[in-house]
Every structure is written in C-alpha cells, then in structure tokens.
C-alpha cells in the first residue's frame, strides 16, 4: 500500500506491505501512525497479488475519537485515473495541489519561480519608457469564412522554454516558437538603459522573470515584459508587468498606453454542466486550492446547471471555502452555448472579465492573473492552448498532444463580449462543437485580437462523452 501526503503521485511512499494466508480471511496489518487532516484528499494506490484472484481487499482507519479501526466508506474514495471508456476522472491527483508547471527534468527552474510569483506578487508598471499609441498588428476587422478563425490565430513567442517545446509532436499544427537570445539581450538592455536614466524611478534590473513576442514583419514586435527590479532606495524587490512595442528599425521602446492590462480586474469563471457531479467537485477543489495559494479573491465560479440529478451542485459550492460563487439552474436539454450564455448575461459589470471554461481541466495556480494579462479590453481576447491529455494519463507520465482547434476556453471583457454578440443560441443548440469557434471568428471580424499560447500546467483530462450532449 502506498499513500502521499498530498493528491500529487510523485510524493508517494509505501506504507506497509501484506502476506496474508488463506487461511486468515480477516487478519489485517496496521501501519505506522499517520496523520490526516479531514477535508484533504490524499492520493493511494495499492497493489494486490492473488493466484486465485478471490481475495478482495480492505482499507481501514482508526479517527480520532476511535479507539477501534473502522472501514473507509465508499465515499470516502474516489479513482484517480479512469478505469474504462465509460469511467471519469473524478478527482484528478494533479489539479488540487499544482504548484506550478509541469515536472519535467527539462524545465528550467526560473521558469518555475516567475510562476510562484505571479501566482503571490502584484505587478506593477514602473512608467520608465516613452507612451506610444499601438496599431493592432494584425487584426483587422474583416469577414471571415465560417470557422475561419483556425487559419487566423498565431502562437506568440515566449522566454524562457516553459517545457511546452519538449512536449511537441510531430502533427504539431500551431509549434511554440522561443524567442531567439539576441531579441531577447537587446530588449533586456533597451529597459535597463531606460531604467538608468528614468526621473521618475532609479534602479536596477535584476532578473527576466518572462517575456512575449507578437511580431508584425512590416510594423515590429510588441512585447510582454517581467522584471524583478531593485529600485534604489527599497529594500524588497518590484514585480513589473507590462506590454512594450519596439517599432521595425527603431533603438528604444516605448510603453502601449492605448494596450494595457488590468492588474485587479475582477475575472468570472463561466462553467456550463449537466450530470457532471464528481468533476464538478474537481473543479471546486481546483479552485479552492489556487485561491489558497494565490490570494487572489478577486475572482467568481459561475456554473449553470442543467437540473443535475447526480449531485446537489448548488448545496456543494455552499459547502465549499469559495468567498464568490453563483449558481444559475437551467430547464431544457443541454446547450453550452444556451449555457453560457446564461452566465454572461448574468454578469453586468462591462469592465470584468468572463472567461468561459471547461469542466475536464487542470488549472494551474498562476492561470487567472495570466488571463488578466491577455485579455485587454477593446483590443484582445484570450483563447490558451491546453495540452490534451491520452486515456490513463496524468501529469506524472503525461502523453497527449497540444490542442490547436479549440477555442472553448476564451475570454474577454464583458463589454467585448456584448460587442461581438456572445455566444449564438439560435444557430448552436443540442449538438456538440462550433460554438466556440463561432465566437472566435465573430471576435476577429470586430477587429480584436486573438491571444494563443501554449500555457504550461494546464491541461485537459481524458474523459468519455456518455451521457453528454443528451446522448
């Protein structure tokens, strides 16, 4: 038997191994004394040898006030991977307790801090460079041919490799490029240079937390740019954040003052389900632990429900720590279209951001404020690549492939998405798929831009579609 001290099967160890005769059906081992706390979950896996294969086995825990050990309930598991065609992921060892990008041996370790603290610093902008208005580098409003938006979305550049280029396959249609090093080296010294001689702030650059790259070969590069500052003067260090443009030929940068993200925008995380109890609970969880790590409660879990019979959804988000939640409860057959679509009329603040999602996913800690970033109201939408994982296939042994032809995870500000329209009820009822690309093409028409990128950790879970799409 092994058991973890987390929902993570990398933190495994054995704890107590049995030879139990035939003869002795109830003869039971104990191990050393372990400590649990209630409420967690914690990742197990046993291994049974039978030459018959009759012997069944049983997992028992004495609780606090107990002095006998007792039987864990039924209840009190659920299966980690899938075990047929027709079996969930009911609570996936990753998504609790992912503390940033995936493990690999390749991932370079600044990676991994730049994502701890996004996930705990705010970021500001120093305003040490020049504002400039910014032209949209490519997006034009235009009329597209129906779910033209495949042809028309580009991946950025990024800095450093994250380790989505380790995970490519050789069907890759949309490849993360990484920044090359001179493009990087010259940024770098373009912000230093106006750093020093900055009369508002004084400083030094310390460290590239992150950096992207959206060229136009005609006009130039814009950038998303992440320092660690020391300003002079302060004794801690400075997160900065912010977008910069580098015009064809030109030797400074300047600040995007008509392109900018919002660091405290409020975020709506837009769900739509039907029967779909046991990931509704991953979900919660998922959330419930980035919060926990991040801070950030600026942010809501709106799920619309299409009158679930397996789970009481709205009596489990009350249960749950999470500060801001709603539940919008829906008749009918199930649409996500007509679903969410519900949850954006249901927010009316025009300068949040609704981000729709997906009910299968690992959402690592850092992805909200990411979304932040890319999503710039008026201008650009957000619609991150996952990576798609196989049947049986987690994070400790991922094998799967990036998905290009899906924009269901997009998001915008809500006044955006009022201006291109949401989501069309009309035309996408009952039946799976379009929808989301209808969106993204209507999005490109207005003239928005489209932000795509590999985004490490997050990932989409196998998952049979019985009982979906009222089948």
Known sequence: ??????????????????????????????????????????????????FDGSITVEVKWRLPDASNFVSISNDSFVPAVPLSDTDEFVHSPMATILQGPLPS????????????????????????????????????????????????????????????????TLHDRLPQHIIKQEVV??????????LSSSTKYRGTVEQLHYMEQTVNKQNGSRFLVEFGVHLHGEDVTTHTSEYVYLAQGSTHLCHTINFEWKHYAYVYLVVTLKNLGLWTKHLIHNIEHNQGVTKDFSVELVIVDYESSDLNVEEELSKSSLPK????????????????QAALDYVTDPNSIVLAMDMHLAIPPGFVNYARKHVVQGKMAFAPMFFRLNKGYTE????????????????????????????????????????????????????????????????????????????
């Open 1 to 50: 038997l092994w058991l973890s001290n987390s929902t993570r099967p990398l933190h495994t160890r054995k704890i107590l191994t049995a030879e139990i005769s035939n003869k002795l059906a109830n003869e039971f081992v104990t191990s050393e004394a372990i400590w649990l706390a209630a409420g967690l979950f914690y990742y197990m896996e046993f291994l049974e040898k039978a």
């Open 105 to 168: 041996n390749k991932l370079q370790s600044h990676w991994r801090v730049a994502f701890v603290e996004d996930a705990v610093y705010p970021a500001m902008n120093l305003d040490v460079l020049p504002p400039c208005n910014f032209t949209s580098l490519y997006a034009i409003p235009h009329v597209l041919d129906e779910y033209g938006a495949h042809n028309e979305v580009f991946i950025s550049g990024m800095y450093p490799d994250s380790g989505s280029l380790h995970w490519s």
């Open 185 to 194: 080296d010259s940024v770098v010294g373009l912000y230093k240079a106006a």
């Open 325 to 340: 939640w709603h539940y919008i409860r829906k008749t009918g057959p199930f649409s996500r279209a007509g679903g969410l």
């Open 396 to 471: 400790v042994n991922p094998q799967g492939y990036w998905e290009p032809y899906t924009f269901g995870i997009f998001g915008m500000y809500k006044s955006d998405w009022d201006t291109v329209g949401g989501y069309n009820t009309t035309h996408y009822t009952n039946e799976w798929g379009g929808e989301d690309v209808d969106v993204a093409d209507r999005t490109l028409e207005h003239g928005y831009e489209i932000f795509r990128i590999r985004y490490p950790g997050f990932l989409h879970y196998y998952h049979s579609r019985k009982g979906l799409w009222n089948s």
